[in-house]
């Protein structure tokens, strides 16, 4: 019999929907993220780097390019013989097919995958969070305090407590009581979704609640094991961790890596970030060009100026464009004598020649004024926009367009082009 001590179970499904049409066709862990990486290599790096060598990624929405990146965990290390990487996404039983409907119901579906390594304990990941962190000192923590479960928790302003699941604990960090999105919190340890559990807790757990409709940990699973008196822990986690789950934070993210010391650094030697890296020439700055505290991908040339902007592998930057404030992913092409301000422009974009994004007064956006806002212009993957186009801030385009879809080749702020057939 095969016997891990610590397996991950890492969610992945989630569709991502505050991030608009970024995750229209892709789920939102496999959304670009700081140039050449996705947002699921960071869990996936601290697995690795933690010594957790084998991790089940749960998918459900758009997972084709997720399965794709993954693969058989190669630049992760997760290709074994033994444990590795498991894609799981849902499947269809004798008796029913059954979409993942709640974090922990797409844990309980994946029971078998899980019992099959025998483990002690069961670290739960999500899928779309940027941080680094060593699963191995929480996993001590865990021991050390005899818990049956573990919850990894971050200090937040206590103005921000409502919008989290607040952990209250004694002086020895035991979970006394906690609250979802409470109105008034009585702590300021917010839930960072990251759980390790003793194997026998969380399969007793699920197997208790599987009925509950959209089966959550948050909702059923924690309360359950706390109503039975199991010790519920809070391991506190100091580092930098940042949910990615709004365009305004994704961006705010992004920024930060280029910042003169980021506070979140890519170069550190001990604790590597890894990717599926596409086998790309080095990037290519031409004359009379500048690049100016920015982050180029592989592959990518640039003639015209690049400035506080992260761009991705594969992109061309045409002549006398500038770049201020954005960013641009994979192998996206962008004319000459253009203007970008706040933009993110997704993967395999074409923009034509005298485009200017990003200009002129805000407005609130007409469509999803939660989504587009801050004043980011944003640009769905493989959409065209043509020449000679001004696009205004807090809006979005999503679609192949041609000049027709323009009044007098303007798109004001705060409005929204998704294109038939480029379902939002």
């Known amino acids: 019999m095969i016997k891990k001590e610590m397996i991950a179970m890492l969610l992945a499904g989630g569709q991502g929907s505050r991030l608009g049409v970024l995750t229209s066709k892709v789920a939102k862990p496999a959304v670009s993220f700081g140039g050449k990486y996705r947002i699921i290599d960071f869990p996936l790096s601290n697995c690795i780097n933690s010594g957790v060598d084998t991790v089940g990624v749960l998918t459900q929405y758009q997972p084709l390019r997720l399965n794709t990146h993954i693969g058989i965990g190669i630049p992760w290390d997760l290709d074994r013989n033994i444990g590795g990487v498991t894609v799981l996404p849902p499947y269809e039983k004798s008796t029913n097919s059954e979409w993942y409907t709640g974090t ?24 779309d969070h940027i941080y680094k962190m060593d699963y191995e000192v929480m996993l001590d923590f865990h021991k050390e305090k005899g818990a049956d479960v573990t919850i990894a928790v971050m200090p937040v302003p206590m103005e921000e407590a409502k ?52 089966l959550d940990f948050g909702k059923h699973v924690i309360p359950y094991c706390h109503s039975k008196g199991e010790p519920l822990y809070a391991y506190e986690f100091t580092g930098y961790w940042k949910d990615v789950g709004t365009l305004n934070s994704y961006w705010q993210a992004n920024m930060e890596l280029i910042d003169i010391v980021p506070e979140f650094n890519l170069y550190e030697e001990y604790w590597k970030i890894y990717t599926r890296s596409e086998i790309l020439p080095p990037q290519y700055i031409a004359d009379n060009t500048v690049v100016e505290r920015s982050i180029i991908g592989e ?22 464009t500038i770049v201020r404030d954005s960013i641009i992913m994979n ?26 994004l990003g200009i002129g007064e805000e407005a609130p956006n007409e469509t999803d004024p939660n989504i587009y806002n801050n004043g980011i212009v944003t640009i769905g993957e493989r959409s065209v926009i043509p020449d000679g186009i001004t696009v205004g801030k807090n809006s ?3 679609g192949i367009t041609t000049e027709d879809d323009f ?18």
């Not at 995958?113 to 483990?119: K, R």
């Not at 989290?164 to 960072?192: C, H, W, Y």
């Not at 007098?408 to 939002?424: E, H, Q």
């Open 104 to 127: 922990a119901n797409a844990i309980y579906q994946n029971l078998d995958y899980m019992e099959s390594f025998n483990p002690e304990y069961v670290l739960i990941l999500s899928g």
């Open 163 to 214: 919008r989290f699941g607040i952990m209250i604990t004694d002086e020895n960090r035991k979970i006394t009581d906690f609250e979802e999105k409470p109105a008034n919190p009585r702590s300021n340890l917010a839930s960072m979704g990251i759980y390790i559990f003793n194997w026998k807790s969380l399969k007793e757990a699920l197997l208790a609640n599987a009925e509950q409709p959209g």
């Open 299 to 320: 592959g990518s040339e640039v003639y015209g100026k690049v400035y506080n902007s992260v761009i991705g592998c594969g992109v061309t930057i045409g002549k006398d």
């Open 331 to 356: 192998n996206t092409v962008i004319g000459d004598n253009c203007e970008l301000y706040k933009a993110i422009v997704a993967e395999n974009v074409n923009i034509g020649n005298y485009v200017k």
């Open 396 to 398: 979005c385009i999503f």
């Open 407 to 424: 009044k007098d080749k303007y798109l004001a702020s705060g409005k929204t082009l998704i294109k038939a057939g480029d379902d939002k």
